[in-house]
DNA sequence: ACTACGATCTACT
DNA sequence: GTAGATCGTAGTG
């Protein structure tokens, strides 16, 4: 049978994997975000920019709720020109600046009008390998990608993609292989100064490629900080 | 206009 | 383990 390389895609050295046929459709980001965070993990993402086609394996995401989620950019603040994306379609990219230094990648997946958004913290690389460790000074690959501003430069994305529909531009997001329930892990999200009880962080336990965030608030307490 | 701070990363102790 | 980078956003005057 052909190759399931969809047609129209730059070509880069690796093989594109056989196990991603299809696009995820605009359904797939429309739900509860920690439904769609969940979903998302072993999908592959990838992005075409300056004529790179680059990717890999999603293992890491985190989701953000609206106005009742205190982590949230949509916490307390209502639509301002910062979050205005998060509010907007959903199967749209958001991304946005922090820290001075850093993007972020996330995905829309609630009706307009209600804020709600998946952050991709973290994918296993696959495509164009040497073009991300390029945009990130040549690191060693399980460090490529393990964090959402790592990951966002290696993608190359910036600010200009704020608001792209997903599979339509240089975003492109397809089915894998759905992880064993057994693989997948919850805990607190990462880097947050309030809401970090509630655990609506999902990773593959498994995986090298996952982030090393510090989690929960005491670093020094005993006992199970997760489940 | 001015200030404080952030869904982070890196380097150095 | 912790401080510094670095700039867009939002709140205040």
């Given at each position: 049978m052909h190759s399931a390389r969809p047609v129209g895609l730059p070509m880069c050295p690796e093989p594109w994997p056989s196990w991603a046929t299809d696009a995820c459709d605009a359904a797939l980001f429309l739900g509860d975000p920690r439904d769609v965070a969940r979903d998302l993990l072993g999908a592959l993402l990838v992005t075409v920019k300056d004529g790179e086609l680059v990717g890999g394996r999603i293992v890491e995401t985190e989701a953000y709720?609206?106005?009742?989620?205190?982590?949230?950019?949509?916490?307390?603040?209502?639509?301002?020109?910062?979050?205005?994306?998060?509010?907007?379609?959903?199967?749209?990219?958001?991304?946005?600046?922090?820290?001075?230094?850093?993007?972020?990648?996330?995905?829309?997946?609630?009706?307009?009008?209600?804020?709600?958004?998946?952050?991709?913290r973290a994918i296993e690389p696959l495509l164009g390998i040497d073009v991300m460790r390029t945009r990130r000074g040549g690191r060693v690959l399980h460090e490529i990608t393990n964090g959402p501003g790592k990951l966002a430069a290696a993608l190359g994305l910036d600010l200009g993609d704020n608001g792209v529909p997903l599979n339509e531009g240089c975003v492109f997001v397809y089915h894998g292989p759905e992880p064993a329930s057994g693989e997948v892990a919850v805990s607190g999200r990462v880097g947050l100064s309030s809401g970090h009880d509630l655990k609506y962080r999902y990773y593959l336990s498994g995986s090298p490629f996952v982030s090393r965030g510090r989690i929960g608030p005491v670093s020094s307490r005993r006992g199970s900080p997760e489940e």
């Open positions: 709720l609206g106005a009742d989620d205190p982590g949230s950019h949509a916490s307390t603040r209502g639509v301002t020109r910062r979050n205005a994306t998060m509010y907007g379609p959903p199967a749209h990219a958001y991304v946005y600046f922090t820290y001075g230094a850093h993007h972020m990648l996330n995905m829309v997946c609630q009706p307009a009008g209600i804020a709600g958004a998946v952050l991709v």
